[in-house]
């Protein structure tokens, strides 16, 4: 692959960076949460969507410093963020399933935590359904880190493989409705998709957060059954570091 080593360059020389989007408590405007998601800034090429990058790391083996490296990021920006007196209540980073299904995975993520003395509780973990694909190997680990506290959301809910069965039983703390469904409020029928994915969660006793939510009727509507948590162009695009303080600031 062309952009393997480059890739590799990239991660030792930092050329990969966070942004933040944030989750907002659409009852309050509060900040709930931030998730970080990577960009790599080439020097050449310019910005490089994870779209492109994330699936090279996985195909590469990448993936583990990379991961290695987002999180250590994340957690350094959030001692800074607390060192400058800005409260962030939760941040989360993205988790690739290869990456979840390592064996040493819960202990890397818990001794990062030990490093940095940020409390589990503190970090949220993004995973896809697709880890249900590989349920024996993953469930002790979803529960060791619950356990540990650290809090756990399954992403682009809906798009993947969730069985119904493994939604009931999964150690979960949120699921974020994908975006695509969000989209589709506007007509009855995707109204209805919505709905029921709520219900579901609810059943389950999940929480859930609104994903790509860009308009204050998606906002209302998502309120008005019970999801509270949103997250989307319509509250703010994800950001470097130093807007997040000044989000701080102003609010
Ligand atoms: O930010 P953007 O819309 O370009 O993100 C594209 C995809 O890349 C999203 O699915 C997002 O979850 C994923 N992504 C962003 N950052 C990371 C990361 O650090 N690790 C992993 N595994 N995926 C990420
Ligand atoms: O797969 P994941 O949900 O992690 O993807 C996150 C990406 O979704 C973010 O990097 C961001 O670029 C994109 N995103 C976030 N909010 C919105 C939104 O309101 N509209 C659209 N189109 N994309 C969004
Ligand atoms: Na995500
Ligand atoms: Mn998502």
């Not at 960076?17 to 309050?28: R, S, V």
């Not at 990021?73 to 001692?79: E, N, P």
């Not at 024996?136 to 809090?151: F, H, I, T, Y």
Request: glycine share 6%.
């Amino acid at each position: 692959y062309f952009y393997e080593n480059e890739l590799h360059r990239a991660i030792l020389n930092e050329e990969i960076e966070l942004h933040y989007q944030p989750k907002i408590d659409m009852k309050t405007g509060s900040i709930q949460g931030l998730e970080a998601l990577a960009r790599w800034y080439h020097p050449e090429k310019g910005t490089i969507s994870p779209g492109v990058f994330i699936p090279i790391a996985e195909e590469t083996g990448l993936i583990f410093s990379m991961t290695d490296y987002v999180l250590k990021r994340a957690c350094a920006d959030y001692v800074k963020w607390r060192d400058e007196g800005i409260h962030i209540p939760s941040f989360s980073v993205n988790i690739s399933a290869k990456q979840f299904s390592k064996r040493e995975f819960v202990s890397n993520v818990l001794e990062i935590l030990e490093d940095y003395q940020i409390p589990a509780g503190v970090l949220e973990i993004e995973i896809t359904e697709s880890i249900t694909m590989n349920i024996d190997n993953n469930m002790p680990k979803l529960n060791q880190l619950r356990e540990a506290g650290v809090m756990i959301s399954i992403d682009d809910f809906g798009t993947g493989y969730s069985s119904l069965r493994y939604m009931r039983d999964l150690p979960v703390d949120f699921v974020k409705i994908d975006r695509s469904f969000i989209s589709m409020i506007g007509q009855s029928d995707g109204k209805n998709m919505v709905d029921f994915m709520v219900d579901l969660a609810k059943l389950c006793e999940i929480d859930i957060v609104g994903e790509g939510i860009e308009t204050s009727d998606q906002m209302n509507y998502l309120l008005s059954i019970g999801c509270r948590i949103g997250q989307g162009f319509y509250f703010a695009r994800p950001m470097p570091f130093e807007e997040v303080q000044q989000l701080y600031v102003t609010h």
